[in-house]
């Protein structure tokens, strides 16, 4: 069965504080996909990086960063010299590869507060 | 440049009354999805659709019926609402292309209140 834990519920960080948001996942299926979607006080879902389960480099996307690690099952996400623009909630998800659906099994997300 | 769009943004309902919540999508999207989003939860699939004329159950069917008459549009149908249903709805989108999960498009949101 699939599932995605984010154990931290919520987090508070002072501005320019780095912060590291954690993701562990289950599955049985040797290729997958892992996602990390942003969703703001305006209650959308912004997509923010997807990453299958052959490519575990890190990757770096101006002050975000992710650590995929198939060894622990995780997939955490760094924000660095956090901003208050990036309170939110964080999820993360997992999406199997087959046919059908590939729908995503969400975690049940990270509140995220930077105060000024 | 509308990608997802759900109407409406907010309803109120009372228990036993049925409603239709909208979704269309102009990306031309094979694949379309309908989650609920839960007070501290994160969103769980209900329904979803990989063409048109084609649609099968999620995690939470229950309570709930689709159509997929076009690529287009995927509505989402309540018969019978019930308080246990007051939820947030996304509804998403994503093309599938080879063997490769593409990302899911998001709406919105429409905000569903059962009383």
């Known amino acids: 069965a699939q599932k995605v834990t984010q154990a931290q519920t919520e987090i508070s960080v002072v501005e320019k504080e780095d912060v590291t948001l954690d993701c562990v996942y289950e599955?049985?299926?040797?290729?997958?996909?892992l996602f990390w979607y942003k969703q703001p006080p305006s209650g959308e879902l912004v997509f923010l990086i997807r990453?299958?389960?052959?490519?575990?480099q890190n990757e770096i996307s101006g002050r975000y960063s992710w650590n995929f690690q198939k060894s622990t099952s995780s997939f955490n996400f760094t924000i660095t010299a956090s901003q208050v623009v990036d309170s939110a909630v964080y999820f993360c998800?997992?999406?199997?590869?087959?046919?059908?659906?590939?729908?995503?099994?969400f975690g049940t997300g990270t509140r995220l507060t930077v105060i000024p | 440049n509308a990608g997802v769009t759900q109407t409406p943004k907010f309803r109120i309902l009372k228990i036993g009354q049925s409603m239709t919540l909208q979704c269309t999508q102009d990306?031309?999207?094979?694949?379309m999805y309908w989650y609920r989003q839960d007070p501290g939860m994160g969103l769980k699939l209900i329904y979803y659709?990989?063409?048109?004329?084609?649609?099968d159950k999620g995690e939470v069917p229950n309570g709930y019926n689709v159509s997929r008459s076009t690529t287009e549009d995927f509505p989402l149908r309540l018969e019978l609402a019930a308080p246990s249903q007051t939820s947030v709805y996304f509804c998403?989108?994503?093309?599938?292309?080879?063997?490769?999960?593409?990302?899911?498009?998001f709406g919105d949101g429409t905000r569903l209140s059962i009383l």
């Open positions: 599955t049985r299926d040797t290729t997958y996909y």
């Open positions: 990306m031309n999207h094979n694949y």
């Open positions: 998403a989108s994503t093309r599938r292309t080879g063997n490769s999960n593409q990302p899911q498009h």
């Open positions: 659709s990989v063409g048109a004329g084609i649609t």
């Open positions: 990453r299958n389960s052959f490519d575990e």
């Open positions: 998800a997992l999406s199997e590869h087959k046919a059908g659906a590939n729908n995503l099994f």
